[in-house]
T-cell receptor, first 115, second 113 residues
Framework: EAQVTQNPRYLITVTGKKLTVTCSQN?????MSWYRQDPGLGLRQIYY???????DKGDVPEGYKVSRKEKRNFPLILESPSPNQTSLYFC??????????????FGNGTRLTVT | SQKIEQNSEALNIQEGKTATLTCNYT??????LQWYRQDPGRGPVFLLL?????KEKRKERLKVTFDTTLKQSLFHITASQPADSATYLC????????????FGGGTRVLVKP
């Protein structure tokens, strides 16, 4: 089944403890992206990647890192999480080099709580 | 500044009626506009994509219009069913700001039997 898989689905952590949220897609998509979703603010893009070893900042990249060493994986790294990073996170992928003419396929989300 | 606005108030509608949602944008010139459905606790699911040179697109009971003069897209669900209850998001490509989709805040639709 074609899908985007995020892990974990739920994560509770403490301020400053490094964490990684994994994202994997099995559709051979070139484009991958991370979003966070907050009440009243909607979906905001954190980082995106147009291909292996190519990443770029979205609208809210501060406090996050990403890597794209393989086509299928696009982990989101929080080196020192803070409470304002408590949010619902979505990974998404798209065929081709971008989203101009292609829909995004989303994972089911990771709900992160930082205390 | 650039804005995408969707009605933040929930739309309550009777089963069988047509639900109409709006997506207004300012200071954008999108080449494409997309609509997604999101159920609680789940990721958005793609529904329809419409290009700037297309006036209307249909898929089963769904219809999308795109008016670049009014800077508005309308999303219609005809013969609505309780299973259509969800939040619907519009999204624009923003080429000038990089390769990304920018989303509106979404409109929640509740279809009552």
């Amino acid at each position: 089944e074609a899908q985007v898989t995020q892990n974990p689905r739920y994560l509770i952590t403490v301020t400053g403890k490094k964490l990684t949220v994994t994202c994997s897609q099995n559709m051979n998509h070139e484009y991958m992206s991370w979003y966070r979703q907050d009440p009243g603010l909607g979906l905001r893009q954190i980082y995106y990647s147009m291909n292996v070893e190519v990443t770029d900042k979205g609208d809210v990249p501060e406090g996050y890192k990403v890597s794209r060493k393989e086509k299928r994986n696009f982990p989101l790294i929080l080196e020192s999480p803070s409470p304002n990073q408590t949010s619902l996170y979505f990974c998404a992928s798209s065929p081709g080099q971008g989203v101009y003419n292609s829909p995004l396929h989303f994972g089911n989300g990771t709900r992160l709580t930082v205390t | 500044s650039q804005k995408i606005e969707q009605n933040s108030e929930a739309l309550n509608i009777q089963e069988g009626k047509t639900a109409t949602l709006t997506c207004n944008y300012t200071n954008y010139s999108p080449a494409y506009l997309q609509w997604y459905r999101q159920d609680p606790g789940r990721g958005p699911v793609f529904l329809l994509l419409i290009r700037e040179n297309e006036k209307e697109k249909r898929k089963e009971r769904l219809k999308v219009t795109f008016d670049t003069t009014l800077k508005q897209s309308l999303f219609h669900i005809t013969a609505s069913q309780p299973a259509d209850s969800a939040t619907y998001l519009c999204a624009l490509d923003v080429k000038a700001a990089g390769n990304k989709l920018t989303f509106g805040g979404g409109t929640r639709v509740l279809v009552k039997p």
